[in-house]
C-alpha cells in the first residue's frame, strides 16, 4: 500500500532560491524521513521528523509535519546546483513496523 | 568508509541466467533490505531480513530469492532471469526497522537480455 507519495514528479529552481517539496500521506504516522538520491547514487536520508514535531531544520533544509492534514515539506533555501536530485518522502508501513513505504520522489533541478 | 557495499556494480545477463547481487553491510544493524527501483514506480521492496537466517517477504518477491548468511551479509538471487527485472537494484541496512533511517548502498544496475 502506497503510504507516502510526493504531490510533483519534478520542479526546476535557479540557483540561489528557494523551493519546497511536498508530501501527503494516507494514515496516522510515527515519524517521517525525507531523502535525496543523486544521480548515480543511492539514497541519503536528509531529515526524520517524529509525530510529535513540528518542525525540524538541517542547515539548509527545513521539514514540516502536520498531522491535521497528512502532509509534510521540505523546504530548501539558497538553492544550489548539487541539490540536484530526486526527493523522497518515505513512512513506516502501516501494517509492518519492520518496513518503510517511499514515495515516487520529486526531481528537482536547480539550474545556474 | 562505505558503510553498506554492494557487488557487482553493473551486471549483464541473458534470459534464463543465474544472478547472486550481495550486499555487505559493516553497520552492526539487524535489519537489511533488498529494493528496486524503476522509473515511475520508485522504490519497491523485494526481500528483508531482520537477522542471520532471516528472511521476509517484501512487496515484489516474484522471481527472487535471498539469503542473510551473517550479520553483515545479504544476498539477492535470480536464478532464471527475465527482461522484467532489468532494474537499478539497491540494498539497505537500518537499526531499528521502519521507523530509523536507512542506510543504502552504491546499487547494482542489472540488464537481462
Known amino acids: 500500500s502506497q503510504l507516502a507519495e510526493e504531490n510533483s514528479w519534478a520542479l526546476s529552481v535557479h540557483e540561489g532560491e528557494s523551493v519546497t517539496v511536498n508530501c501527503s500521506y494516507k494514515?496516522?504516522?510515527?515519524?517521517l524521513q525525507w531523502y535525496r538520491q543523486k544521480s548515480g547514487k543511492g539514497p541519503a536520508q536528509l531529515i526524520l521528523?517524529?509525530?510529535?514535531?513540528r518542525e525540524k531544520r538541517n542547515g539548509r533544509l527545513r521539514a514540516t509535519l502536520d498531522t491535521s492534514s497528512q502532509s509534510s515539506s521540505l523546504s530548501i533555501t539558497a538553492t544550489r546546483c548539487e541539490d540536484t536530485a530526486v526527493y523522497f518522502c518515505?513512512?513506516?508501513?502501516?501494517?509492518?513496523?519492520?518496513?518503510?513505504?517511499f514515495g515516487k520522489g520529486t526531481h528537482l533541478h536547480v539550474l545556474p | 568508509e562505505a558503510a553498506v557495499t554492494q557487488s557487482p556494480r553493473n551486471k549483464v545477463t541473458v534470459t534464463g541466467g543465474n544472478v547472486t547481487l550481495s550486499c555487505r553491510q559493516t553497520?552492526?544493524?539487524?535489519?537489511m533490505y533488498w529494493y528496486r527501483q524503476d522509473t515511475g514506480h520508485g522504490l519497491r521492496l523485494i526481500h528483508y531480513?531482520?537477522?542471520?537466517?532471516?528472511?521476509q517477504i517484501g512487496d515484489v518477491p516474484d522471481g527472487y530469492k535471498a539469503t542473510r548468511t551473517t550479520q553483515e551479509d545479504f544476498f539477492l538471487l535470480l536464478e532464471l532471469a527475465s527482461p522484467s527485472q532489468t532494474s537499478l537494484y539497491f540494498c539497505?541496512?537500518?537499526?531499528?526497522?521502519?521507523?530509523?533511517?536507512?542506510?543504502f548502498g552504491p546499487g547494482t544496475r542489472l540488464t537481462v537480455l
Open positions: 539497505a541496512s537500518s537499526d531499528a526497522g521502519g521507523e530509523e533511517e536507512q542506510y
Open positions: 531480513s531482520y537477522g542471520a537466517g532471516n528472511l
Open positions: 521528523i517524529r509525530s510529535n514535531e
Open positions: 518515505a513512512t513506516p508501513d502501516d501494517t509492518n513496523a519492520y518496513k518503510v513505504i
Open positions: 553497520n552492526s544493524h539487524n535489519y
Open positions: 494514515t496516522s504516522i510515527t515519524a
